[in-house]
């Protein structure tokens, strides 16, 4: 009986925890450096590439300070390739969809972890459409933090690791190469939930 109790008055309270978190949509914009880490190409090396990304997102409460934050964003990466004194900048260009969870340290101050999977939109370099020299689909590990005011307005920090090789082999007169490379993005966020 005493385990019942417990058990019951355990499921209240977290209900109630539950219910002060609220559902939540949103949308965010921001700034990205990112670049490709890894090998670099031939003799180049590869720099940031400072950019963009937009989308939306929605908060779900689990239980006690507990969410899930999934998101829909278009978010640009890439490269800046020096070569000498000359260069392209490798323009990558993902539909992405992080599914982080988050964890409220204190009202307002949430950490959040999860994977981040991207799906490749469009590939360039300032002369070339390269998209056949990378591959569809990406994955990598994001982790940050976000700070909402009362008012919904949030800003957010989040580092993606990513986990997978995003270049395709490809042989060009008759040499294969292949480059193992990782889309790396550092994001400052801006957004609004209501």
Sequence with gaps: MKKLVLFFAVAVLSFNAAQSQEFRLGAKLGLNVASLGGDSYGIGSLGARTSFHIGGLAEIPLMGKLALQPELLYSSE???????????????????????????????????????????????????????EYKTFDAAFGIGASY???????????????????????????????????????????????
């Design 78 to 132: 890439g490269s800046d390739w020096s070569f000498g004194s000359g260069g392209n900048n490798i323009k990558l260009d993902y539909v992405r969809v992080p599914v982080l969870a988050k964890y409220y340290i204190i009202e307002g101050l949430s950490a959040e972890a999860g994977p981040v999977f991207g799906v490749l939109v469009s590939a360039k370099t300032d002369d070339f459409d390269i998209k056949d």
């Design 148 to 194: 909402r005011l009362d008012m919904g307005v949030f800003f957010s920090l989040r580092y993606n690791k990513g986990l997978l090789n995003v270049n395709e082999d490809y042989t060009e007169e008759g040499v294969t190469y292949s480059y193992k490379n990782q889309s790396n993005v550092f994001q400052v966020s801006a957004g609004y939930t209501f």
